[in-house]
């Protein structure tokens, strides 16, 4: 068993975080460090203007503005749910709260226009909605009904309603919204950063260790002397559980200061994305590339959930609803896993063995997604079904691939989500459509036929005859979907 080195070319592993409040800086050791984001600015720092409601990363109360260096060398904020982040994953971070967005007391612009325009009755959504379109003025993003309507879809509030939040932001001229650069000139912060980048950590919190790597190399060494530590990327899903005593006592191995893990690159028609690449990251490069991965991705969680949550940590889940599983599956994805004995693909077709059970060895963490990009005699359509547009777990997802020459389907593949106890592919549906014309009367059998394939259950968010019916209406829906392709 290699010898467990968190520390490269012999450096001592640091001990602590770093991390800026508000222009303040503050470094933390010990049990401190394993705290949540929001309690630790609650209740050790005071800062109370960050609210904790649903402690889930659902309603935005608790958003507040997390700032890294990037490849320009200055800082890019990004509204997240502190609730559900750590003081591990945010080492070298620049932390802003509603409290720090404004350093002489006044009310910042977008705060005066909630108060102008009524958006405030019992004010624990306040600051979070606050700080959330702060940083759609940081990102550049317009203040219009449209992309406020977007922005602010992980932001609730249950007494005064939207209309009056939305004329608050309306209102808001972005240009006399002072940029936190502005506020906190960069370069000290950055410098101090740009000094501990290399670094890795080890901290011992709440009775045990918690690893962040700066490489890949030092992660591969620590899983395999820690198989057992829970791994930790985005943390959206830990940070729940966490919240509800639901996490074992485990080591945790947190990758998030890996950077190469976040790259995104397409090269020969194959879009390749790093394991840590970020939804919202992940949603720009598809923008133009897969148009339909696209619009669904932006239904995956609220623009705070997607700041933080990854790719990988979606996979790896293993979960039968896992939003991203299906259109990976039906473009014939494939996983590259990198472990002690070296790295390996596994086509996404055999990555899930059983329910939240997966290909990957015990000393083995995904490294990245490879996924041939659609082609122009192809068709890709993907469906989320869920109780809420916005803001919510899926009860069904869909995605359908298909190879087109003329009116007839060469090839096809459709998968399934929440069916059974994997996302699944439909073959016999497929087998049913492959040399048939493009036609409503191909749908209509392949749809029953996927109909009678699956076994989905029955739980909460739908009854297992309401999933049958919805598989049997997707498949003859994304019919209508090309229908141009009939004419």
Not at 121 to 130: D, E, K, M, Y
């Amino acid at each position: 068993m290699p010898e467990l080195q968190p520390a490269r070319h012999g450096l001592a592993a640091r001990d602590h975080v770093l991390i800026y409040l508000n222009g303040k800086r503050y470094v933390v050791r010990g049990d401190e460090a394993s705290m949540s984001l929001a309690q630790w600015l609650r209740e050790v720092r005071g800062k109370v203007g960050t609210k904790i409601v649903c402690n889930e990363g659902d309603c935005g109360a608790c958003s507040v503005l997390v700032g890294k260096p990037n490849i320009e060398g200055s800082i890019r904020y990004r509204a997240i749910d502190s609730c559900i982040a750590f003081l591990f994953q945010l080492d070298r971070s620049h932390v802003v709260t509603v409290e720090g967005l404004s350093v002489d007391r006044t009310l910042s612009p977008i705060q005066d226009a909630m108060v102008k325009c009524h958006g405030s009755q019992c004010g624990f959504c306040t600051p979070g909605f606050v700080t959330t379109m702060h940083g759609m003025v940081e990102a550049s993003q317009p203040l219009d009904d449209e992309s406020l309507r977007y922005g602010l879809s992980g932001n609730l509030c249950r007494c005064t309603g939207y209309v009056q939040i939305l004329n608050a932001g309306k209102s808001v001229d972005a240009a006399s919204v002072a940029r936190l650069a502005e506020i906190y000139p960069d370069a000290r912060i950055v410098n101090d950063f740009v000094a501990m980048q290399n670094d890795s950590l080890a901290i011992n919190a709440n009775g045990r260790t918690v690893f962040v790597p700066a490489t890949i190399e030092e992660a591969i060494t620590i899983r395999a002397v820690k198989p057992t530590a829970t791994i930790v990327s985005g943390a959206t899903d830990y940070g729940v559980l966490h919240n509800h005593g639901r996490c074992e006592t485990n080591d945790l191995l947190c990758l998030s200061n890996i950077r190469h893990l976040r790259d995104i690159a397409v090269h020969d028609g194959v879009l390749s994305i790093g394991a840590l690449a970020t939804w919202i990251d992940i949603e720009a490069k598809v923008k133009t590339l897969l148009p339909a991965y696209h619009e669904i991705l932006t239904h995956f969680g609220s623009p705070q959930i997607r700041e933080m949550g990854t790719i990988g940590g979606n996979i790896a889940s293993g979960s039968p609803i896992a939003d991203s599983v299906p259109v990976h599956l039906v473009l014939d994805s494939e996983i590259e896993l990198i472990g002690a004995s070296g790295s390996r693909t596994v086509p996404m077709r055999d990555f899930y063995l059983g329910y939240r059970n997966t290909a990957m060895r015990p000393d083995e963490l995904i490294a990245a997604i490879h996924t041939p990009l659609v082609k122009s005699d192809e068709r890709l359509t993907l469906y989320k079904i869920s109780k809420r547009l916005d803001m919510d777990i899926s009860t069904l997802t869909f995605a359908i691939w298909a190879k087109i020459d003329g009116d007839n389907i060469i090839d096809a593949r459709l998968a399934l989500g929440g069916v059974g106890p994997t996302v699944m592919r439909i073959t016999k549906a497929e087998q049913a459509m492959i040399g048939k014309s493009w036609s409503e009367a191909t749908f209509q059998i392949a749809s029953k036929i996927a109909r009678e394939e699956v076994s989905p259950w029955t739980d909460v968010r739908g009854s297992a005859n309401y999933r049958s019916l919805m598989t049997e209406k997707l498949v003859l829906k994304s019919f209508y979907e090309h229908a141009e392709l009939a004419e």
